[in-house]
């Protein structure tokens, strides 16, 4: 079974600063991936960033980038130079060899003009 | 024209009644699933879906029940709505290969049971 816990139901930060979203994952897999998804009030489902776990180079998506370090089980979103269209929910999300994700409980993100 | 989507977006319903949620895929996908969001909850798989002849329950599939009519259609059935049962409700769509487990949603439904 996969467990998937954001720790932080809310953060804040201001426009063209930089925050990191904290997630930690469990699994009994060996090969995985771990996933952000954010969700705008419009309330659709975006893949913002997808890291596989067998990859030691962290991924990045232009101002989008994760800290995945595999030891810790540590899945970290950090927005750089965030702006006003980056206040959403985020979840975390892990999925393995059943093509099934868990995903966390979210965390809202506001951003500050 | 989107990829994948779900009818209706939104409905109200009374306690006891029928009612199908319908999602449709254009991206030619053989996995499809259903999830249900909760406020502080996020995302629960209800049920999923592997090809037409392949159907799953997820962890919460009590009071639920699916049907996958082709590769491109899979709809979600409440045959008794309960008021629990009111949340926002996403149809998704996966690759069935491996290193393709990402997941594409559609816009969701919002369900409201009175």
């Known amino acids: 079974a996969q467990t998937v816990t954001q720790s932080q139901p809310e953060m804040s930060v201001q426009e063209a600063e930089t925050v990191t979203l904290s997630c930690t994952y469990d699994t009994s897999e060996s090969d995985y991936y771990l996933f952000w998804y954010k969700q705008p009030p419009s309330r659709q489902m975006i893949l913002v960033i997808r890291q596989e776990a067998y990859k030691q180079q962290n991924a990045t998506e232009n101002r989008f980038s994760v800290n995945f370090q595999k030891a810790a089980k540590s899945f970290s979103l950090k927005i750089s130079d965030s702006q006003l269209g980056d206040a959403a929910m985020y979840f975390c999300?892990?999925?393995?060899?059943?093509?099934?994700?868990?995903f966390g409980k979210g965390t809202l993100l506001t951003v500050n003009p | 024209d989107a990829d994948v989507t779900q009818t209706p977006r939104n409905r109200i319903t009374k306690t006891g009644k029928r009612i199908m949620l319908e999602c449709s895929q254009t991206?030619?996908?053989?996995?499809m699933y259903w999830y249900r969001q909760d406020p502080g909850l996020g995302l629960r798989l209800i049920y999923y879906s592997f090809d037409v002849k392949d159907i799953n329950k997820g962890e919460i599939s009590d009071g639920y029940s699916v049907s996958r009519q082709a590769q491109a259609k899979f709809s979600l059935s409440l045959e008794s709505a309960i008021p629990n049962q009111t949340a926002l409700y996403f149809c998704?769509?996966?690759?069935?290969?491996?290193?393709?487990?990402?997941?594409?949603f559609g816009p969701g439904t919002r369900l409201l049971v009175l």
């Open positions: 991206k030619g996908h053989d996995r």
């Open positions: 998704a769509t996966g690759k069935a290969l491996p290193g393709e487990e990402t997941q594409y």
């Open positions: 999300a892990s999925g393995g060899s059943n093509y099934k994700l868990t």
